[in-house]
């Protein structure tokens, strides 16, 4: 087995840290979405960085413009604001919402394509759970390679196929080991624990794991802050990033907020989502709470960004899988 190891942790020493929220707008935010928002934004605030909003739009059924202004909104009340991006397409590296970002998504895709490393594939996704058992740590379910060839690398004469197929990206047997700044070392077997990925679905929309790669690496961002269930994407992310010849930015994976039952919070927990904690609290007490969830304060008292910049530091986010919360003690 090759080893691969980059070294990838978000760090305070960074010339001007550049990190992102990239929020799908698919819905109103919850207690989840916004608790990122606030953690990503303090770590380059405190570095004297920026930050860019990116709306991920890449769904064209679920996502709506009128749900986009909603996140801007709820931002801005918190006092969030954005260096970059955002529905006005502010920044010298738009455009910054996924849907206008085809024609360099397509010219991205036949670089990897060039590579002799991807192939077209016709398995639904029904074909592919009748074949393989589900990840056993997160239900994800490896692709079986039925549609994989032989041999690799596979010579392309750029010419695509006119039968509708997903193109999808062979991964070799190796491990991928990043630094995450939550978690620590994460050692990735590619094959095993990922296994080969799509870069487009075969209706044409383009994946996550192509988007947000080429998106971080063209719009400068050197730190990147989401919740843990994209851990093992970290490893894909990586392994696409040197494909494509790119430096790949720092990974800080927070525990995901869930509700009382131990489940992840959605856009249907209602009663955190953001309508419902504007309704309740100021942006201050909202503040103040978030702050407690992080170990930034030692109790839910109101706060403001100012006192919570110079507070923060990675040393005090909890290291965990999971933060609980009761929706009926934030009522």
């Known amino acids: 087995m090759r080893l691969t190891i980059v070294i990838t942790k978000v760090s305070s020493h960074s010339p001007v840290p550049v990190g992102r929220f990239a929020p799908s707008p698919s819905g109103r935010m919850h207690l989840g979405n916004i608790f990122t928002a606030l953690i990503s934004w303090l770590s380059v605030r405190h570095a004297g960085g920026k930050w860019v909003l990116r709306i991920e739009d890449l769904d064209p059924q679920r996502s709506k413009m009128e749900f986009a202004k909603m996140i801007e909104d709820d931002l801005q009340w918190l006092g969030l604001v954005w260096d970059e991006g955002g529905t006005d397409e502010i920044g010298p590296n738009g455009p910054y919402s996924q849907s206008h970002r085809g024609e360099i998504y397509a010219d ?4 990897v394509q060039a590579t002799g490393y ?10 592919i759970l009748a074949t393989q058992a589900p990840h056993q740590s997160d239900g994800r379910v490896i692709y079986g390679g039925k549609c994989c060839p032989p041999h690799f690398p596979v010579r392309w004469d750029g010419v695509q196929s006119s039968y509708p197929h997903a193109v999808r ?35 044409g929309a383009w994946a996550y794991q192509l988007a947000v790669v080429v998106d971080d690496a063209m719009m400068g961002i050197t730190e990147v802050v989401r919740g843990n269930d994209l851990l093992l994407s970290a490893a894909q992310q990586i ?6 010849g790119l430096t790949p930015p720092g990974f800080a994976h927070l525990p995901l907020v869930c509700n009382g039952a131990g489940r992840r919070l959605s856009k249907r927990d209602q009663s955190l989502s953001m309508e419902q904690l504007r309704a309740r609290y100021t942006p201050g007490q909202l503040l103040g709470r978030l ?8 109790e839910p008292s109101p706060c403001s960004l100012s006192e919570l910049v110079s507070l923060f530091s990675w040393d005090c986010l909890p290291k965990v899988d999971k933060l609980i919360v009761d929706a009926d003690n934030w009522k």
């Open 169 to 203: 990206l062979h991964v070799p047997d190796e491990e991928i080991v990043f630094d995450d700044t939550i978690y620590g070392v994460q050692r990735v077997n590619l094959v095993r624990e990922c296994g080969d990925f799509i870069l487009r679905r075969a209706d």
């Open 118 to 127: 991807t192939y077209a594939c016709t398995c639904s996704r029904a074909d």
């Open 291 to 298: 702050a407690y969830m992080a170990n930034l304060v030692p």
């Open 239 to 244: 392994y696409l990033y040197r494909l494509l």
């Open 108 to 111: 991205a895709i036949r670089r």
